[in-house]
Structures are given as structure tokens and as C-alpha cells.
């Protein structure tokens, strides 16, 4: 019973209407930008590593929704000169704060589990 008042009172909090809340159900919405924000969470990673760790998504797409979360501010790509030339993505503090969101995520996806 604690944990349907606690859920009532955040839902209580969240205007669904809210322009920030529709952005960032946006970017969640789009395939692999959940999975990309989790797979960066421990540290940057070359594209390679990042394709490797995420399983999924193709290079086309990869490429494609990294250019996207780099837009948004949540990822940064940086290019050590070379040779070679070294390209690493890695989350900006924006991105970081992912992590509770995608932690209340999961809290909630096991309790339907139940």
C-alpha cells in the first residue's frame, strides 16, 4: 500500500503536458538511445566498443542516434588528432543524469514483473 501512495504522489508531481517531460519521452522513445546512454555510463568509448557493447543497432543507426544525443547535449564526441585519428563518445553531465531516470525505470518495469 506504501509503495501506490508513494507512485501516486509522484505521479501527482509530473505534469504530463510539461514540454521537458514530452523532450526527454522523446528521446527514450527513439530505438537504442536508452541502451547507448546505459552502455556509456561506466566511461567513454571508442565507436567500435560502443557498437560491440550495445549488440544491437546497426553502424548506420549507431552513427545516426549518437549525431542525434550529441545534439541534445547528452553525449559528447571528441576527436584525438592522430595518426591515427582516435574517436571517442562519452556523456556529458546532462547525460549522466540519465542514470536515475533509467534506475527508476528498471524499479518500475520489475514491479510489473510481480
Known amino acids: 500500500m506504501a509503495i501506490v501512495k508513494r507512485m501516486a504522489k509522484a505521479a ?5 503536458h510539461c514540454r521537458a517531460f514530452q523532450a526527454a519521452i522523446e528521446i527514450l522513445a527513439k ?5 547507448i546512454l546505459t552502455v556509456l555510463q561506466p566511461g ?4 567500435t566498443e560502443l557498437a560491440a557493447q550495445a549488440e ?7 552513427s545516426a542516434r549518437l549525431k542525434e544525443l550529441e545534439g541534445c547535449g547528452l553525449i ?6 592522430g595518426p591515427p585519428i582516435k574517436v571517442t563518445y562519452e ?3 546532462r547525460g549522466h543524469g540519465f542514470r536515475d ?7 518500475w518495469g520489475r514491479s ?3
Do not use: H, I, M, Y
Request: hydrophobic share 35%.
Open 12 to 16: 501527482d508531481s509530473v505534469d504530463c
Open 31 to 35: 530505438p537504442w538511445n536508452a541502451l
Open 44 to 47: 567513454p568509448l571508442r565507436f
Open 56 to 62: 544491437g543497432p546497426g553502424d548506420k543507426v549507431l
Open 76 to 81: 559528447e564526441r571528441r576527436v584525438d588528432p
Open 91 to 93: 556523456l556529458t553531465t
Open 101 to 107: 531516470v533509467a534506475s527508476s525505470l528498471q524499479s
Open 112 to 114: 510489473l514483473k510481480r
